[in-house]
């Protein structure tokens, strides 16, 4: 099984509002990553977790708080966020997460978030 | 710090072989060059990974000069289902950090 589950797949929120994206892997992978994308742009790293702790932060506002319950498993929850955050935020995984090294990354399809 | 540079936009025909270089200063010294293809509204796909000379798997080429600072992904025989975004990422020795490339959008026409 080589794939990356992201759930939901397309998410509307008032900048009010209080929700989670979701993403699972059955890998075995112990590096698992968030990022942004927008529209004609290359993914924006967000985070990063290495073994369940949370290894790199990309100075991403605190409105996005990444949390990883086990190993398979990786949650954004997302509060008072701004219309600017309209995105595709895109989770994968890959093996190992050496510094400085890129390793195989496999990318799940991703949740569509508009903020209103 | 690194920084990757590919051209914005390709086109080409079906059946025609295409190569897209994408240029990489600093990168870290065992970092490999990984692309990824991504079609609208997917996210990027795996295609093809190196760290020195030439690698082929079924579906690309990948060419890496002696210096690494460029690499070319070499396609051959594209069809339209090969019309997408092509990105290239490295590692950066200096700061840890991964580099992606602004991404190559690729048209194969028929």
């Known amino acids: 099984d080589t794939e990356v589950t992201q759930t939901p797949k397309h998410l509307v929120m008032g900048m009010t509002n209080k929700k989670s994206l979701k993403c699972e892997q059955h890998?075995?992978?112990?590096?698992m990553y968030w990022y942004k994308q927008k529209a004609k742009k290359p993914p924006e790293l967000m985070f990063v977790?290495?073994?369940?702790?949370?290894?790199i932060n990309e100075s991403v506002p605190s409105r996005f708080s990444p949390e990883c319950p086990n190993s398979s498993l990786l949650n954004l929850h997302l509060h008072a966020l701004q219309p600017e955050d309209s995105a595709l935020y895109l989770c994968?995984?890959?093996?190992?997460?050496?510094?400085?090294?890129?390793?195989?990354?496999?990318f799940g399809p991703g949740t569509r978030l508009t903020v209103l | 710090l690194a920084k990757t540079t590919q051209p914005i936009s390709m086109d080409s025909y079906e059946g025609q072989e295409v190569n897209i270089t994408c240029s990489h200063n600093?990168?870290?010294?065992?970092?490999?060059i990984t692309w990824y293809q991504q079609f609208p509204s997917q996210g990027p796909r795996f295609i093809i990974q190196g760290y020195k000379t030439k690698v082929t798997n079924e579906v690309a080429s990948l060419f890496i000069p002696a210096d690494r600072k460029s690499s070319t992904l070499s396609l051959p025989r594209v069809s339209l289902s090969d019309t997408a975004v092509y990105y290239c990422l490295v590692g950066d020795d200096s700061n840890y950090q991964l580099i992606w490339g602004a991404g190559t959008k690729l048209i194969i026409k028929p």
């Open positions: 600093n990168i870290a010294t065992n970092d490999y």
């Open positions: 890998m075995g992978h112990r590096a």
């Open positions: 994968a995984s890959s093996q190992v997460r050496l510094a400085g090294v890129a390793d195989t990354q496999y």
């Open positions: 977790y290495s073994y369940e702790k949370l290894s």
